[in-house]
């Protein structure tokens, strides 16, 4: 009897939370409301008390983050080509640039030692990744980001739950200075279904960016409203934001148990010839996804293959960005970011959600290594 297909990525919904949602839709109040309120209270919470405000999705918190931050046609954005491409496409869709900066082939996350070397007149901001949920050195970030006077929008779509020098992403770096964007969508380690979250610098009105989320309305006591500004419909429902607050107790669990399964994949993958291996950091990293570099010379497309026919889903995250034709439309080539290039061709995701079992993990070594030799 062959083993049941194992996913890449699944979430844990307990059945607290699907009870819970059952009551919501019972409510008849289903979009925003209540429980998106108490879902940003328990977010702030988790920020140290910043302000945040519920999204429909991270990417719509980039793109309203980068209108809050006054940027627009002219403007130029700095951010790696080695993530998912919404972090770029939402540069784009404000009018402005992306200016792409090589990774460290290391920490595959945006190389900062190249960052002020790309810093233009126009500049306004800087958006790093915390690629697989490796937070991005806080302290060189902002030291680079307050010596040019620029704004700072923390992709941590993968990374909440993670640190840099023990504190929380999100909460004590960047207050004055930095946006922090969360995606809580199905593959993330919380998960409202579909949606996210931006926490807010000090400097920034919460109303603007209230507006900005629901079509620029303005509401007045008397009834009456106003549009001063030219929103969006990014709002987050009450149905996504109960299963969040379902997530959210369980957060610091689901990354230890993603630790504990990334060191079994450390372990049992460490002598496999010409594997690349993610870096070992169990002190910060909420260690989103594990991902193994395919040796040189693999064929990826054949490596998937092989791993599905053994019942084991594998992902590709990502593929440099700037490879993609709407990006070389732009005048980006293949060269331009070895770095990350080399990375997107070889970089495979294999499957870590809290649910699974050691079992798992020695399931999928096993039959990494039994795939290899057939994929080169």
Same mark, same amino acid.
């Given at each position: 009897?062959?083993?049941?297909?194992?996913?890449?990525?699944?979430?844990?919904?307990?059945?607290?939370?699907?009870?819970?949602?059952?009551?919501?839709?019972?409510?008849?109040?289903?979009?925003?409301?209540?429980?998106?309120?108490?879902?940003?209270?328990?977010?702030?919470?988790?920020?140290?008390?910043?302000?945040?405000?519920?999204?429909?999705?991270?990417?719509?918190?980039?793109?309203?983050?980068?209108?809050?931050?006054?940027?627009?046609?002219?403007?130029?954005?700095?951010?790696?080509?080695?993530?998912?491409?919404?972090?770029?496409?939402?540069?784009?869709?404000?009018?402005?640039?992306?200016?792409?900066?090589?990774?460290?082939?290391?920490?595959?996350?945006?190389?900062?030692?190249?960052?002020?070397?790309?810093?233009?007149?126009?500049?306004?901001?800087?958006?790093?990744?915390?690629?697989?949920?490796?937070?991005?050195?806080?302290?060189?970030?902002?030291?680079?980001?307050?010596?040019?006077?620029?704004?700072?929008?923390?992709?941590?779509?993968?990374?909440?739950?993670?640190?840099?020098?023990?504190?929380?992403?999100?909460?004590?770096?960047?207050?004055?200075?930095?946006?922090?964007?969360?995606?809580?969508?199905?593959?993330k380690n919380l998960t409202?279904?579909?949606?996210?979250?931006?926490?807010?610098?000090?400097?920034?009105?919460?109303?603007?960016?209230?507006?900005?989320?629901?079509?620029?309305?303005?509401?007045?006591?008397?009834?009456?409203?106003?549009?001063?500004?030219?929103?969006?419909?990014?709002?987050?429902?009450?149905?996504?934001?109960?299963?969040?607050?379902?997530?959210?107790?369980?957060?610091?669990?689901?990354?230890?148990?993603?630790?504990?399964?990334?060191?079994?994949?450390?372990?049992?993958?460490?002598?496999?010839?010409?594997?690349?291996?993610?870096?070992?950091?169990?002190?910060?990293?909420?260690?989103?996804?594990?991902?193994?570099?395919?040796?040189p010379g693999t064929d990826?497309?054949?490596?998937?293959?092989?791993?599905?026919?053994?019942?084991?889903?594998?992902?590709?995250?990502?593929?440099?960005?700037?490879?993609?034709?709407?990006?070389?439309? &732009?005048?980006?080539?293949?060269? +331009?970011?070895?770095? =990350?290039?080399?990375?997107?061709?070889? !970089? #495979? %995701? @294999? *499957? &870590?959600?809290?649910?699974?079992? +050691?079992?798992?993990? =020695?399931?999928?070594?096993?039959?990494? !290594? #039994? %795939? @290899? *030799?057939?994929?080169?």
């Amino acid at each position: 009897m062959s083993q049941e297909f194992l996913p890449f990525t699944r979430p844990s919904i307990d059945e607290a939370t699907i009870a819970e949602l059952g009551n919501v839709l019972r409510s008849g109040w289903i979009t925003s409301g209540p429980k998106v309120q108490a879902f940003e209270s328990a977010l702030s919470e988790h920020c140290g008390g910043r302000p945040v405000r519920a999204f429909n999705s991270g990417t719509a918190t980039l793109e309203v983050a980068l209108r809050l931050a006054g940027v627009g046609a002219g403007d130029t954005v700095i951010t790696t080509p080695l993530t998912w491409v919404a972090t770029a496409n939402v540069i784009l869709e404000v009018g402005a640039t992306p200016i792409l900066v090589d990774v460290d082939p290391h920490t595959r996350n945006i190389d900062l030692s190249q960052v002020e070397a790309a810093i233009r007149p126009t500049t306004k901001a800087i958006i790093p990744v915390d690629l697989a949920g490796l937070p991005v050195d806080r302290d060189r970030l902002y030291a680079i980001a307050d010596r040019h006077g620029l704004r700072v929008i923390e992709d941590a779509a993968q990374s909440l739950g993670a640190s840099w020098q023990g504190k929380p992403i999100g909460s004590a770096f960047g207050v004055g200075r930095g946006f922090v964007s969360f995606s809580f969508h199905a593959n993330k380690n919380l998960t409202t279904s579909e949606g996210g979250a931006l926490v807010l610098p000090a400097d920034i009105d919460t109303g603007l960016c209230e507006r900005l989320r629901l079509q620029g309305v303005r509401r007045f006591p008397d009834g009456g409203m106003d549009v001063d500004v030219l929103g969006g419909k990014f709002n987050l429902t009450d149905i996504a934001a109960t299963i969040g607050l379902g997530q959210l107790p369980h957060l610091a669990t689901f990354t230890a148990r993603r630790r504990e399964l990334a060191g079994a994949y450390l372990a049992a993958l460490r002598d496999v010839p010409g594997l690349g291996l993610p870096p070992a950091d169990f002190s910060q990293s909420n260690w989103h996804m594990f991902q193994p570099l395919l040796p040189p010379g693999t064929d990826r497309g054949r490596f998937i293959a092989g791993m599905k026919a053994q019942g084991i889903g594998v992902g590709v995250h990502y593929p440099a960005l700037h490879l993609f034709s709407l990006y070389r439309a &732009l005048g980006f080539k293949e060269g +331009d970011f070895p770095c =990350a290039e080399d990375i997107g061709r070889r !970089t #495979v %995701t @294999l *499957p &870590l959600f809290p649910a699974m079992r +050691d079992g798992d993990v =020695a399931r999928v070594c096993t039959a990494l !290594t #039994v %795939t @290899l *030799p057939e994929s080169t």
